[in-house]
């Protein structure tokens, strides 16, 4: 009986780790399929607009890591003549969050049109989702 009970319990354990290094492995190979695929097409919220303001907040909140432009004009479904909110969750990284706010006050002071879309789903606040600016004359 307790040779039975040793066998099953190695039994057991050879399968934990077999099944664990195939989870394993799974994982690892769906990394790969992530790190490779091809970046995500961003949902165009404004095309051919002009930033006619810049707020570095929301004004809900004294600290909400989001920034805000108005625009005016533009081709747009959504947002032509609004406000656009980018939160920082809205790129992948801080320093694209950043060099999206540069971009908007250079917009805004050289009176640039721009080109505005977002990498997230658009389906139920569009212009809250902000993420991507092209400017250009």
């Known amino acids: ?35 490779t695929d091809p970046p995500t097409v961003p949902n165009v919220l404004v095309t051919n ?17 989001t920034y805000v432009i108005r ?8 947002c032509s003549d609004g406000r656009i909110s980018f939160p920082v969750t809205g790129v992948n990284d801080i320093s694209s969050y950043e060099r999206g706010f540069q971009m908007a006050l250079e917009a805004l002071n050289k009176d640039l049109n721009v080109d505005i879309a977002a990498f997230q789903s658009t389906n139920r606040s569009p212009c809250n989702n902000g993420g991507l600016i092209t400017i250009s004359k």
């Not at 607009?49 to 890591?65: L, P, Y």
Request: aromatic letters at 12%; charged letters at 15%; proline letters at 0%.
């Open 1 to 35: 009986m307790k040779r039975a009970i040793n066998f099953l319990a190695t039994l057991m354990f050879a399968f934990v780790l077999t099944f664990g290094f195939v989870v394993n492995t799974a994982s690892a190979d769906r990394a790969m399929e992530v790190a």
């Open 49 to 65: 607009a002009r930033i006619i303001e810049v707020k570095n907040t929301t004004g809900t909140s004294w600290n909400d890591n």
């Open 71 to 78: 625009v005016s004009g533009g081709t747009s479904k959504f």
